[in-house]
């Protein structure tokens, strides 16, 4: 079994050994023993901290990214949470597509002012309509 100090490990994902630590803290990482003060981990750490960036790099939590993993420390993936985390950046991609050709379209406008251009105006009222539908809901 290959063991990789902590250094080696920051060195290979390119994440801060504080980082590695905080993963470990949180129990989504282990360590299997120290060279000295160094922690050491087994080479597997490397594809679990590849999922790990993975998922927070698809918006889920550290929470959620540790309910990933069975008792044994490996990859149980829920279909059903996948599908949903991609439903989810699907709205997402939407609403910023929709943001950018905005943007564009402001940045091209030939209106005299912004505020004279129905497009930047309903851009104006998308980016306040969800703030306002929650606040309605909230006070409802």
Do not use: N, W
């Amino acid at each position: 079994m290959k063991l990789l100090d902590i250094a080696q490990v920051a060195d290979a994902t390119g994440m801060a050994a504080s980082r590695l630590r905080y993963y470990e803290e949180k129990r989504l990482i282990a360590s299997v023993g120290r060279r000295g003060l160094k922690r050491l981990f087994d080479a597997g750490v490397l594809e679990r901290l590849s999922l790990i960036a993975l998922a927070q790099s698809a918006g889920f939590s550290l929470d959620e990214i540790a309910g990933m993993f069975d008792a044994a420390g490996r990859p149980s993936l829920d279909r059903i949470q996948l599908a949903a985390k991609a439903d989810d950046l699907d709205r997402t991609i939407h609403r910023l597509s929709a943001l950018r050709d905005g943007l564009r379209h402001a940045a091209a406008c030939p209106a005299p002012s912004h505020m004279e251009c129905p497009t930047f105006r309903g851009l104006l009222k998308s980016a306040v309509e969800p703030r306002r539908r929650a606040l309605v809901e909230d006070l409802g």
